[in-house]
């Protein structure tokens, strides 16, 4: 089947490599990356020069005087290259040819974290939210990866798009305070991002003869069906992962929102749509502790955490288990025990959100894309 594309928040996936503000060439709100193999085929002669311009910090801006022919891409700049100081830009993915796209696995990634959103809310049991104790929930036979029954579903790498749908975008870290309101972090992140309003598509494909062979017993069945839904064609499977989806993508929404109150981020929730199958992406939105387990009770949500430093809603210190109770909690600093794990009590978490900065502010979360499906289901 295929899927339309678009983008509603800043995305990036990565390609591994890292450029520095030197290696970009800014003109007011364009940045280009200079094709240095090119430039030094045609002039061998200027090698030893730029090598000694690099060496002493000089950008490639003080050493090219002209860049059109030379360019490799040129994408929108959101920032100066003064505010990124030291860091590291992260480079978006690109194909072959140069051209940024959003590889299918990303994709395919957010579809089983919604789908391992539904199979808890409808009663399957998870005391932990960690990869491996989800993973369990999607297979059968021996419970290899050969028996994964998301083998069954592949999703396509998007076409390509030009390279001026990127833009060079600042994000920043923000940390929940025990008052409830977010705090940024003093440093920032950098990275090419696809901007909203860039379309793309991708295709969706169910193997269902796969799908016969993995699943040979009853058991087996039972296991595809809390997976996919009782209709086991190709049809039915595509149905129950668009609605898991929009279930999804509802749920992490409103989670944002109950913790956000920045008036950036509040007006692009106002506006994202509140209906039909989204995916998010990129820079660690789909971890665990931010997305399944929403499917957990608070209680059990805070105990398979414990270990990660959970604060005291009253006085910030540390808790642990109490030793007197192992289902309350015990405060080292304040020293109060039998506390109830609850949200009342244990000061929320995950604790960070990641945003896309413009001017300095919050602008969006990142990674919001809003998917289409063509074709009945």
């Known amino acids: 089947m295929k ?35 090119a430039y030094f085929r045609e002039h061998p002669d200027e090698i030893q020069a730029f090598v000694a311009a690099m060496e002493r910090g000089a950008p490639v801006g003080e050493f090219f005087d002209h860049t059109g ?24 993915i690109k194909d072959g040819t140069g051209s940024p796209y959003i590889p299918g696995t990303s994709l395919k990634g957010w579809i089983r974290t919604a789908l391992a959103y539904r199979l808890l809310t409808n009663g399957s049991h998870l005391n932990r939210t960690d990869g491996n104790s989800v993973e369990e929930h999607f297979r059968v036979g021996d419970e290899g990866p050969r028996h994964d029954l998301l083998r069954c ?38 990275a090419e991002c696809l901007v909203d309003g860039t379309e793309l598509t991708t295709e969706i494909l169910v193997d269902a003869p796969l799908l016969n062979r993995l699943v040979d017993r009853e058991s087996a069945t039972a296991t595809a069906r809390a997976v996919f839904g009782d209709d086991l064609s190709e049809e039915g499977m595509l149905a129950t992962i668009s609605a898991a989806l929009e279930q999804f993508q509802a749920v992490v929404r409103r989670e944002d929102q109950r913790l956000i109150d920045t008036e950036g981020i509040v007006e692009f929730y106002s506006t994202l749509p509140t209906t039909g199958p989204f995916f998010r992406i990129g820079f660690g ?22 270990e990660a430093g959970l604060k005291h809603a009253d006085c910030g210190g540390s ?36 945003f896309v900065l413009r001017n300095g502010s919050p602008y969006a979360p990142l990674g919001w894309i809003e998917a289409s499906l063509r074709g009945p289901l």
């Open 285 to 306: 939105t789909g971890h665990h502790s931010k997305t399944v387990s929403l499917a957990l009770s608070e209680t059990k949500r805070i105990n398979a955490n414990i």
């Open 153 to 190: 579903v592949t999703v396509r790498d998007t076409e390509p798009v030009s390279t001026d749908r990127l833009a060079l975008c600042e994000t920043k870290t923000y940390s929940l305070q025990r008052s409830g309101t977010l705090r940024k972090k003093h440093w920032s992140n950098y």
């Open 69 to 92: 022919q030379y360019s490799r891409y040129t994408l929108s700049s959101w920032v100066s290259s003064g505010s990124i100081g030291n860091s590291q830009v992260s480079v978006a």
């Open 319 to 354: 808790l642990r288990k109490d030793r007197r109770s192992t289902s309350r909690l015990f405060c080292s600093r304040c020293s109060e025990g039998d506390i109830v794990p609850n949200f009342e009590n244990v000061v929320r978490f995950p604790k960070t959100r990641e």
């Open 3 to 37: 899927v339309d594309l678009k983008i509603r928040s800043p995305t990036h996936i990565g390609s591994g490599t890292t450029l520095n503000k030197h290696e970009y060439l800014f003109d007011e709100d364009q940045a280009s990356v200079p094709d240095l193999d």
